[in-house]
């Protein structure tokens, strides 16, 4: 079994600044590794993925997110952000394991303004 | 072209009906999902099946059930709808266990 915490509920930012958003996670097993955003209205899109190798992953729309094992994290940042960025966001985890299920974190409000 | 697509989008009934949340995917992928997304936005796994597997999430009530006339279709029925049951469902569908999900645009659904 494993679990997702987003430690921050709401991150409110200007535009242009940057941005992290955290998510640590814990699991008995080796695990990949998710961001998916949500606009509203609408389904979840991945932005990006860690499945293995480079624990630095690049994802769509200038976000890249770090895998840190020691501290079993998986945040998320952006240099800069825009109005556009603001959405929902959602760390989740599937242990390697055949059979296990993505489990999705509480979600993060990135909120950005003008 | 919609790679997840479910119908209806809105859904209002009131407590104790029958309802059925239909959802085809055209990706080609082997496993497909039901989400359900709560007030506060929290999403919980309810269903993962493929042409030779069902796993179910040990919480969801048995009132629910995921039913597929093929690959391309998982559709949700549910009986005995109660207040509780409100909530945003999303389908999704992956090609392997490590892949990514693929989201549709959720069904909202409102017992009254």
């Known amino acids: 079994a494993q679990s997702v915490t987003q430690l921050d509920s709401q991150v409110p930012v200007f535009e242009e600044a940057p941005v992290e958003l955290r998510c640590n996670y814990s699991?008995?097993?080796?695990?990949?590794l998710f961001w998916y955003v949500q606009y509203p209205n609408q389904g979840l899109q991945l932005l990006l993925k860690?499945?293995?190798?480079?624990?630095l992953v690049k994802g769509i729309n200038g976000f890249e997110a770090e895998f840190n094992k020691s501290q079993t994290s998986f945040h998320l940042r952006k240099p800069s952000v825009h109005i556009s960025d603001t959405a929902e966001y959602f760390c989740?985890?599937?242990?390697?394991?055949?059979?296990?299920?993505?489990?999705f974190g509480g979600g993060t409000r990135l909120m950005v303004k003008p | 072209d919609t790679a997840v697509s479910q119908t209806p989008k809105y859904l209002v009934t009131q407590m104790g009906n029958d309802k059925s949340i239909k959802c085809e995917q055209n990706?080609?992928?082997?496993?497909m999902y039901w989400y359900k997304q709560d007030s506060k936005k929290f999403l919980k796994i309810m269903f993962s099946?493929?042409?030779?597997?069902?796993?179910i999430n040990e919480t969801v009530p048995n009132r629910f059930s995921p039913k597929s006339p093929d690959k391309a279709h998982l559709n949700l029925h549910i009986n005995s709808l109660e207040l509780g049951d409100s909530a945003v469902y999303f389908c999704?569908?992956?090609?392997?266990?490590?892949?990514?999900?693929?989201f549709g645009n959720g069904t909202r659904l409102t017992v009254t």
């Open positions: 999704a569908s992956s090609q392997h266990e490590n892949s990514p999900l693929h």
């Open positions: 699991s008995s097993v080796s695990v990949y």
């Open positions: 860690y499945l293995s190798g480079s624990t």
């Open positions: 989740a985890v599937r242990g390697r394991n055949a059979g296990n299920m993505l489990t």
């Open positions: 990706l080609g992928h082997d496993t």
């Open positions: 099946y493929n042409n030779k597997e069902l796993i």
